[in-house]
């Protein structure tokens, strides 16, 4: 972690849908390992900045490293081919699909079997469908989920569809986890094991955890650093106390007035 | 246990292997069957290899495609210039009369390539349109159906509006139904794997599927050639058993034919469009007699089937026939 370079790297990076800038001169770093957060208020620009640097969008301008290479413009399955998962604000599971299949479909781009081994079954693909499985089934056991392995992915309490999307994005193995509003909808008890998650992903898995959140509890519990956007800028970065204490932030969130705080 | 759950086959090899024995000793019986019998046989296991590899595309990846009839018949029109002028002028000795010795031997290369040249046009139609989606999708496959009808309708070559004629009559038992098992076959032993759920994590969700690392641009072309590919073998099929062919039997409406046997056996269940695909064989001859009332009839018969789908109720029964080790049973959920 202690070399210059960093594990993802956005450099004054632009979006723009015609005459509406989505973001402007946009640059953030991130870490090895980091545990780093993205807040702001509503339209902020917290999605717009995941969709470019995960390749739904191709920035207007600027670039995009990630471990020193160019990304910007790569379609979003290379990316996540380079060792970057996201999830989705809203849940994207694959809904005909069962509990163990939907974190399954993350090996397809690693598959040593093609189309023809497939089709013909032969012991090759007869064994690695086996590893398929027991990883899959590992990584299930894991997060507390293998009870669930032949359900619908439809049918989980909504809580554990949101984890099982970070399983799934995790068993592509990530150097880099970008969440998009994890803690949405979730009760306090839900949010206080997603923050367990996320902190285990960390230590346990070595990625390094991208957040966007609106829940300051969650956020400012567990992020080592923050940037916050507003209006597609970055307003401003720093720990999480620094944060609390900049007026210019509280004032982005809160309006004018004064003495009020952050809750 | 009460077997009247889904019925899902558990070693797709053995089903293959079980519906090749079929094909072959209903051949070695031909003799007993007439000639009308064998000629729906025919049909019901082309249209079941058509509804099948249809449903790779729109059942399994969910992509809309209205020109699988001319995937057909380029493989149909491939096939019968192979038959009808390459295989006579390269090997005059071979006598290619159809029914031959050598020639049945031949007839597989021949079905191979012919499903290889409708491949290749599913390439190169797929490749540019699939970034497409939904209805635009549609439009591109509806305009490639009908340019290859107009194409063929003015080519000279191969007879213009008026088809070709005198194909000889290779096609049998045996090679309709073993294609018939083949396709099931791959099919189902594609999509029941890792690899295969590809396809359906495309239909799901692409975007969440791309960010899977899942390119879905490759399988979604992958689907489209391997259905382009069994199109064409039964356009093949079809031109060596009917032994004539013309632009018009090509057209959108055997396209959305194959759509109706698709929808009607169940998005994304092979099984269920393959019995589809042999019930609206069956109700097409069945509806001979009626003459001019026999398209109101088949619309008729067409919302009743969409209202009360026979063709899923029908799996258990089919589930029922088949010994309990080579299948297990799913005990069906509400969705």
């Known amino acids: 972690m202690s070399n210059s370079q960093a594990l993802l790297e956005v450099k004054n990076c632009s979006l723009r849908f015609g005459g509406i800038a989505a973001l402007t001169d946009v640059s953030i770093k991130i870490e090895a390992g980091e545990l780093l957060g993205l807040i702001g208020p509503n339209g902020a620009g917290k999605t717009s900045l995941f969709n470019i640097i995960t390749g739904v969008y191709r920035p207007t301008e600027g670039e995009i490293l990630f471990e020193g290479g160019l990304i910007a413009g790569l379609p979003s399955h290379a990316i996540n081919t380079l060792g970057m998962a996201r999830t989705f604000q809203n849940i994207r599971l694959f809904g005909s699909l069962d509990v163990g299949m939907n974190v399954r479909t993350s090996f397809i781009a690693r598959l040593r079997n093609g189309l023809i081994n497939t089709v013909c079954r032969g012991r090759s693909f007869r064994s690695e469908e086996e590893e398929v499985q027991e990883e899959g089934r590992r990584l299930l056991a894991y997060f507390g989920l293998e009870h669930a392995a032949l359900h619908p992915s439809r049918s989980l309490p909504y809580g554990d569809q949101r984890r099982l999307e970070i399983v799934r994005a995790l068993a592509t193995k990530p150097r880099l986890l970008l969440l998009d509003e994890p803690a949405a909808g979730m009760n306090p008890t839900e949010k206080e094991e997603l923050k367990q998650l996320i902190a285990r992903v960390r230590d346990e898995f070595g990625t390094a955890v991208m957040l966007v959140e609106h829940d300051m509890k969650v956020v400012m519990g567990i992020c080592e650093r923050l940037y916050v956007l507003d209006q597609g800028k970055v307003l401003a970065s720093g720990t999480p106390a620094e944060i609390r204490a900049n007026p210019k932030v509280i004032t982005a969130y809160l309006g004018e007035s004064r003495g009020e705080e952050v809750a | ?335």
């Open chain 2, 1 to 335: 246990m009460f077997r009247s759950y889904h019925a899902r086959i558990k070693n797709p090899r053995v089903a293959l292997a079980a519906g090749l024995a079929i094909a072959l000793l209903l051949q070695l019986g031909s003799g007993w069957i007439d000639p009308y019998t064998t000629q729906v046989i025919l049909f019901a296991a082309i249209n079941v290899i058509l509804a099948v590899s249809l449903n790779l595309v729109m059942g399994e990846t969910g992509q809309f495609s209205l020109c699988h009839a001319a995937f057909m018949a380029v493989g149909a029109y491939a096939s019968a210039l192979l038959t009808g002028k390459a295989l006579p002028s390269l090997f005059p000795h071979l006598a290619w009369t159809g029914t031959s010795w050598a020639s049945q031997l031949t007839f597989l290369p021949v079905l191979m390539i012919a499903g290889l040249i409708a491949a290749f046009a599913g390439l190169i139609v797929g490749g540019p349109s699939l970034r497409l989606r939904g209805d635009y999708l549609a439009m591109v496959t509806l305009g490639f159906g009908e340019i290859i009808r107009v194409l063929l309708q003015n080519t000279n070559a191969v007879g213009g509006a008026r088809g070709m004629e005198g194909i000889l009559p290779a096609t049998n038992l045996f090679w309709a139904i073993g294609f018939a098992a083949v396709t099931l076959y791959t099919m189902i032993a594609l999509v029941r794997s890792t690899y295969g759920r590809g396809f359906q994590a495309v239909r799901d969700d692409e975007i969440a599927a791309e960010a899977m690392g899942i390119n879905t641009t490759r399988f979604k072309v992958t689907a489209f050639v391997i259905g382009a590919f069994f199109a064409g073998v039964a356009g093949a099929l079809y031109a060596h058993a009917v032994e004539f062919i013309s632009p018009e039997g090509f057209n959108f409406l055997r396209s959305f034919e194959i759509i109706v046997m698709v929808i009607l056996g169940g998005l994304g269940r092979p099984v269920g469009v393959a019995v589809a695909a042999i019930l609206i064989t069956l109700l097409n001859e069945w509806l001979r007699d009626l003459s001019q009332y026999r398209m109101v009839v088949y619309a008729l018969i067409i919302i009743l089937f969409m209202i009360f789908r026979p063709a899923e109720s029908l799996r258990p029964f089919i589930g029922r026939l088949i010994p309990e080790r080579f299948v297990r049973f799913k005990k069906s959920k509400a969705a």
